[in-house]
């Protein structure tokens, strides 16, 4: 496994982790959110987990009061998804923390200006964008890692897709998987490359170079209100009125 945005975005966040202490972090069914000591927050989707035993993960009890370096470590962790999501979202709640890079609130699959000429490769399945992209009438392949018959493809067939594409649609999730490098090397040159959802770090700089143009993610307005949702199994249509929803070019 190859990590090479996360260590990009851990060494970009080392110096701006500073003294900010971690205050609350939640690891729900869904999400998993983090907050710290200045109240800004920070969430990232959590895996499934593959624990032996009832505990999901050995430091539970210990993260809350840390500094947030410490937890911002997890997320070059090469075993442990769950690791990743938390050192993830620590690494979201730190950017909302920095003045924020010019973003755009447009929704970014409208920005793009599809056409049905266009060769969409979607990695996850975004339900609302897939009945958006299928009225265009592009040619869509969906790649999922449990693929279902018929609607989607399997990664293995989804490297053609993705060297072949004009665009890309590639989910944050990979960050938390492992996947996102495997991603990068077999993407072709589209037009347009996007990494989209909740858990997508709006950190432009990370991506330069990468293949990726458009980072589209989520910044915490209510960090009291998200944490409650994700401690109750919420996930991102329960959170969404408590996010903002934001679009940086990396060019």
């Not at 790649?143 to 399997?154: A, D, K, R, S, W």
């Not at 989804?158 to 004009?166: F, H, I, N, P, T």
């Amino acid at each position: 496994m190859t990590l090479a945005i996360q260590n990009r975005l851990l060494e970009h966040l080392r110096p701006q982790a500073g003294g900010a202490v971690v205050a609350d972090v939640r690891i729900g069914l869904g999400y998993t959110a983090v907050r710290l000591e200045s109240g800004h927050a920070g969430v990232a989707w959590t895996p499934q987990s593959d624990a032996p035993c009832c505990t999901h993960f050995q430091q539970a009890g210990t993260l809350a009061v840390r500094p947030a370096g410490d937890l911002l470590e997890f997320l070059a962790d090469e075993k442990s998804g769950l690791a990743r999501a938390v050192g993830l979202a620590t690494a979201n709640a730190l950017l909302a923390a920095l003045p924020q890079p010019p973003t755009s609130k447009e929704e970014v699959i409208s920005s793009l200006d599809i056409t049905p000429g266009d060769r969409v490769a979607m990695v996850g399945y975004f339900g609302p964008i897939v009945g958006q992209l299928r009225k265009i009438g592009c040619q869509l392949d969906i790649i999922e890692l449990n693929p279902h018959p018929g609607e989607t493809i399997t990664p293995e067939q989804g490297r053609e897709a993705l060297a072949a594409c004009s665009v890309a649609i590639l989910t944050g999730t990979s960050l938390i998987n492992g996947t996102c490098d495997g991603l990068l090397a077999v993407l072709g040159s589209p037009r347009a490359a996007v990494l989209l959802g909740p858990s997508s770090p709006l950190c432009p700089s990370v991506f330069k170079g990468t293949g990726v143009t458009h980072v589209a993610g989520s910044r915490v307005r209510d960090a009291e209100a998200v944490l409650r949702v994700v401690s109750e199994g919420g996930g991102t249509m329960l959170m969404k009125r408590y996010l903002a929803f934001e679009t940086v070019l990396t060019d």
